[in-house]
């Protein structure tokens, strides 16, 4: 398996984290963070089976999450690839959004 893509939601989290280091740190700051997604996203797609089951927090979803510094992607495989259901930064409240989104 090395593919994923990004779910719309998710999509619209990692433009809002680029937006978000564009306004407050820069460009070069917002690059190096879109590269860093990029790579994770890669690496997961790579190793699907490398994040953490949270059943704490996903219950009984087949989600998976991975750190990338202060942010989780949370993401589901399927037969072919990886699918990125959300980013969000670590110390927001990860179950009540997963409810929300339900990914």
């Known amino acids: 398996m090395s593919g994923y893509s990004l779910t719309a939601s998710a999509q619209r989290d990692f433009l809002a984290v680029r937006d978000y280091y564009l306004r407050e740190a820069g460009y070069r700051i917002a690059r190096q963070m879109t590269a860093e997604f990029v790579a994770a996203f890669r690496t997961i797609a790579m190793n699907p089976d490398i994040g953490d089951k949270r059943e704490d927090l996903a219950e009984n979803r087949p989600i998976l999450f991975w750190p990338m510094r202060d942010y989780l992607i949370l993401y589901r495989t399927t037969r072919a690839s990886v699918v990125i259901v959300m980013i969000t930064r670590g ?11 339900e990914p």
């Open 91 to 101: 110390t927001r409240d990860i179950a009540r959004l997963i409810q929300r989104r």
